[in-house]
């Protein structure tokens, strides 16, 4: 067909595609544990829904023969504004675990943070991208034990990871009852490697180098900052006014993130978020967002929404099941043809022009709402 670009792939055209031919082949015990969430799972469908309650507002004849869809992350340039979210035990879904993501995000080019709870060193992992230029970041699951955080902190360093990713609302794990329901827990023959070596990480007792450190403070950010060289980032922030305590506490950058709705259910969806906490931040320190990005223009709508960056996390594992490192790069491929396609057809030419005049708000009454200018309908534009 005249315009239409070859397809990539024989079954999967988009990421919702990528998801039905994934359950096709894993448990249903994994496909639960990527797609699961906390109690009803209320934030997690949130999340996605959110997006369609924004329509974008393209313009015409902006001679788009240029466009460009690369950004930075981390100080890094990267071909798009989308990197991977750590998410834990990529061994699950595929052998090819996180090496497999690493190597695909790597001939993407984009960034990719690695989950503590990893399935593969962070040395290893960083070794797959090399020559690539895309960065890495560790992120890390407080625990009690000073040390135990140091380990995986020092490990990090060494592989030459940019940043670490402090994931801040993870007092205790959430209620995820899919994984009750399936007795989940990490299958033999995967190790969790970014954790001291002497961890018995199958074990549920309370170890103080395993178990979530419930004392979390702004104040500990300082300890962090000064304990490493790496850019400390905090994962988890949902209110303007920890947003503003994050920057106090001297974070590099934030993370508007709610786990994917796998934590506390029932709060708000990131994208609902999104706004407040870049008003509140005003441009002091960058804001990086993840949370139901499942489209090229869901991407293109967070940053609309005053996103610096997005990030997705499920959508690594779905790729991994599906059909290991090519199923993830496909993933990739897609977004990155859809986010490319978006800007196009909206009709800017770098990501430094999208903005709130680029995104309309369904309202209640299914009417539409400018962003740029609140108090006009886009009827009146
Ligand atoms: C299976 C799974 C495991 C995750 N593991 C971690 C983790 O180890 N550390 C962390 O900070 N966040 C973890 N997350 C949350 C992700 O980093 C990210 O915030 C979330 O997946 C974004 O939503 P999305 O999956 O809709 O893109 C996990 C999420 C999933 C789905």
Not at 150 to 164: D, M, N, Q
Not at 188 to 203: I, M, S, Y
Not at 217 to 236: A, D, P
Request: proline share 5%; aromatic share 8%; with cysteine.
């Amino acid at each position: 067909m005249a315009g239409r670009p070859e397809s990539l792939d024989s079954n999967v055209y988009c990421i919702a595609d990528l998801i039905e031919f994934c359950n096709k082949k894993v448990s249903r015990t994994t496909s639960e544990y990527i797609a699961g969430g906390a109690m009803d799972m209320i934030t997690v469908a949130e999340n996605c829904a959110s997006f369609d309650r924004y329509r974008l507002v393209p313009r015409v004849m902006k001679d788009v023969r240029h466009v460009d869809p690369s950004s930075k992350c981390w100080g890094s340039q990267t071909s798009m504004p989308l990197g991977f979210s750590p998410t834990g035990l990529h061994g699950v879904a595929h052998p090819h675990r996180e090496l497999g993501v690493s190597r695909a995000a790597a001939k993407v080019g984009v960034p990719m943070c690695l989950s503590s709870w990893a399935n593969s060193s962070i040395e290893d992992v960083v070794t797959q991208g090399d020559g690539s230029g895309i960065p890495y970041a560790m992120q890390l699951s407080v625990v009690e034990d000073p040390d135990a955080n140091l380990y995986t902190i020092r490990k990090a360093e060494a592989a030459g990871a940019k940043a670490l990713w402090i994931t801040c609302d993870l007092p205790i794990l959430g209620r995820r009852l899919n994984e009750y329901k399936n007795q989940f827990s990490i299958p033999e023959g995967l190790t969790v490697p970014n954790l001291p070596p002497d961890v018995d990480f199958r074990a549920s007792s309370q170890d103080s180098r395993m178990g979530y450190d419930r004392g979390m403070t702004w104040e500990k950010v300082n300890w962090f900052k000064s304990h490493t060289r790496m850019q400390v980032w905090l994962k988890g922030i949902m209110h303007p006014e920890d947003a503003l305590l994050a920057i106090d506490a001297g974070a590099d950058g934030i993370i508007v993130s709610n786990h994917g709705g796998r934590q506390l259910d029932g709060i708000p969806s990131t994208l609902e978020a999104l706004p407040g906490v870049v008003r509140a931040v005003n441009g002091r320190v960058p804001v990086h967002f993840d949370g139901g990005i499942r489209r090229g223009t869901d991407i293109f709508k967070a940053l609309a929404l005053g996103a610096d960056f997005c990030f997705v996390g499920r959508i690594a594992l779905w790729g991994l099941g599906y059909n290991g490192e090519d199923g993830v790069r496909l993933a990739l491929q897609l977004l990155y043809d859809e986010f490319l396609a978006t800007m196009t057809m909206v009709g800017v030419n770098s990501v430094e022009e999208i903005g709130p005049q680029h995104v309309a708000r369904v309202l209640s009454d299914g009417s539409l709402i400018s962003l740029a200018d609140k108090s006009r309908p886009v009827s009146k534009l």
